[in-house]
Structures are given as C-alpha cells and as structure tokens.
C-alpha cells in the first residue's frame, strides 16, 4: 500500500499564507524592538567614533540577528497565529469553516505544518547559526579573549595530583602560571603540598602543555618552603589531560549559544569526566535545551490558535493578555530553571523540559474549555 500525502487545498494554501505573513511580521518586529536599544544604539557609536566603517556595523549588526533570531521564531508564532485566527473569528470565517464540517485539528493543519518548518530553522540557528556568527563577529573585532582558569588533575581515586593556575592565556599561550604539586599523601584532610612551580610564560600543545623560565620551591612537611631553584623548561600536562585541560579552559570563557551542538555535547561528556559537576549540570540542561526549545514553536503555534479561537462577541484582549504572559513567563524562567540544574536542585532533564510539559499541558486546558 503506498503512502499519499494529504490534498493540499485553497484553504491550506490561504491559511499557510495568512499565518505566514502575520508571523513575519511579528518576528521583525520582535527583532526591531530586541535590537533598537543596546546593540544598535553601541554600533552606531563604534561607527561615528571611527572604531569600524559602515560596511563593518552593518556586518556587526547582521551578525546578531541569529541570537535575536532564536527567541524571536517561537514569539513570532504565538503572535502570529494569535492574530490572524483572531482577525478570522472577527469576520466569522472560522465559523463558516466549522459550519462546513471542519474539525479543529484541521484547520490549524496548515499552521501546523509552518510552525514545523520554523522549529527547523530555530534549531539550526542555535546550532550552527549562532556559533558561525559569534565567531566572525570576533574576528571582525579582532578581540582575542584572554582567560585566567584553574585546572585540577586528578588520580583515578579523585585524589589531586596538581592544581594548574593560568592567571592570562591568549589562545595557547599560558602566562604567569602557577602549579600546586601536591604530596601522594593526605594529613588531617588537608592535601599537602610538596613542591610549588611558578613560571612566566608557557604553551598549551595539543599532547602537552610546556612551561618556561620557572622558580620550583620546594616545601616542607610543615608548609614552609626550603629550597628554590630555577628550572628552563618543564612538562606539567602530557596526552589526554593536555588535550583536556586546554579545551575546558577555552571554553570556559565562551557562552553556550557560541557552541555548536556537536561541540557542546562532547563538552558535556568531558565535565563529567573530569567531576565538574556544577557545570556538568548546567550545562547538560542548556545542551537539552537545544532540542527541547524548538519544539516550543509548534505548542505555541497551537496555543496562539487556541486563544485566538473565540466567539464573536467574546472579549478579545485577554487572548493577547494571555500570551504575552506566555512569552514573559517563558522566558523569565530559564534562568531560573537554568540555576536548579547548576545546583542539582533538579534534574537537567526535568529543567529542559519543563517549559515543553507546561505548554503542553495548557494547550489541553485551554481546547478542553473552549467550545471547538
């Protein structure tokens, strides 16, 4: 038996367009107005100050829309969809389509079918969109972060071999870089020190991390150093735990959204390797929200219908009420939700998809109260 696609209609094909076009323009406002106060208003000075020519602030601009661009799709939609079912209930359009024998789940079909394929585009653009222009933006800029981390390596029993302190780093160049030898043994739950290195300048290799011109000073049982000697050069990381250490002290200075999901995923996997569970947490929830994110666009799609779909002497504003409360508390939680993960409060998995579940649950209260 061979699988046919459904008949698209005239009515497909005017709804499509009509939710189409009222997402689009809620989108572009939602940008203008995300744009307009800060990051325009401080491009247009970097441009008048002479710091980069028009052609690089339009450049600059165009480059921060995949950040605005993820949160604008799923409140494009909501209003969108919110506006024309009810600009179609006004004119009693949507009753002549119940009139005709038209199920709910079929007129909102055709919306059905666009919130799809904007899900689509809301994913890329966290995934590749976003990181791509984070990272031309930067070099546009010309800015080179400089990061200061502290790694700890560990045995295989958790015990510290070392405490690594890059003070300055500028891509693999380390800078006043001090290490925490510390003793095999522990005495009264303190790890004891035995050797402490201090070196002016170093390199992040990709099988070994390599410093310079060192002073080792070598400490007692009772923490007070005894002997200083000089050191050319000295190994402190070699193989996996190099490659490691310079991949988490780099992307301790980027912010997630800056990182593709192939990159975060094995970021994630290496927190938890090295115990970092703070930030395993964390950040496993904003890689889970990776996925769950764009599926608020299609339950928002289904909402907006939802609270558009009203009678015609019903009072309308309370549907737009209603989902800019959505919206504001939407996106005000996340932090939130975010700070329960880092804090192992709750689990990631129930932090990334609880904003789904909850969408989910009031597009079924609100088609349970309505008479559709």
């Not at 002549?96 to 919306?111: E, K």
């Not at 004891?192 to 290195?197: E, F, R, S």
């Not at 737009?320 to 700070?339: R, V």
Request: charge should be positive.
């Amino acid at each position: 038996m061979k699988f046919k696609f459904p008949k698209i209609t005239v009515y497909d094909k005017y709804m499509f367009k009509q939710v189409a076009m009222a997402t689009l323009v809620a989108i572009l406002l939602f940008t203008i107005v995300w744009i307009a106060p800060e990051i325009l208003l401080k491009t247009i000075k970097g441009a008048l100050s002479g710091a980069y020519s028009i052609k690089t602030a339009i450049l600059l601009l165009v480059y921060e829309m995949p950040k605005v661009l993820d949160k604008a799709f799923p409140v494009g939609l909501l209003l969108g969809t919110l506006f024309t079912f009810d600009k179609l209930s006004k004119e009693s359009e949507l009753t002549i389509f119940r009139a005709v024998g038209m199920s709910f789940p079929r007129i909102v079909a055709p919306v059905v079918v666009l919130s799809l394929i904007i899900t689509f585009l809301c994913f890329m653009t966290g995934n590749k969109g976003t990181p791509m222009a984070a990272a031309k933006t930067m070099a546009i800029r010309g800015s080179v972060v400089s990061t200061q981390y502290i790694y700890t390596q560990k045995d295989e029993t958790g015990h510290p071999l070392a405490a690594i302190i890059v003070s300055k780093s500028y891509g693999r160049k380390l800078n006043n870089v001090i290490v925490l030898d510390f003793a095999s043994h522990v005495y009264q739950d303190v790890h004891q020190l035995q050797d402490i290195y201090s070196a002016k300048t170093g390199y992040a290799y990709d099988d070994r991390w390599e410093l310079e011109d060192i002073s080792n000073y070598r400490i007692s049982n009772d923490g007070i150093y005894f002997d200083i000697k000089h050191i050319d050069k000295m190994k402190i990381l070699e193989g996996e735990s190099a490659k490691n250490a310079f991949t988490l002290m780099n992307y301790s200075t980027m912010k997630e959204r800056d990182i593709d999901n192939h990159d975060l995923k094995e970021y994630v996997k290496l927190l938890k390797k090295e115990g970092l569970n703070e930030e395993y947490h964390g950040t496993l929830n904003k890689y889970l929200q990776r996925f769950f994110h764009p599926l608020v666009c299609v339950l928002l799609a289904i909402l907006g219908c939802l609270l558009g779909f009203s009678k015609p002497r019903e009072q309308r504003m309370v549907g737009f009420i209603i989902a800019i409360g959505f919206i504001f508390g939407y996106y005000i939680t996340l932090p939130f939700f975010d700070l329960l993960a880092e804090k192992e409060i709750l689990s990631p998995f129930i932090t990334a998809t609880f904003p789904t579940i909850a969408f989910t649950v009031a597009i079924w209260g609100f088609y349970k109260t309505k008479d559709l």
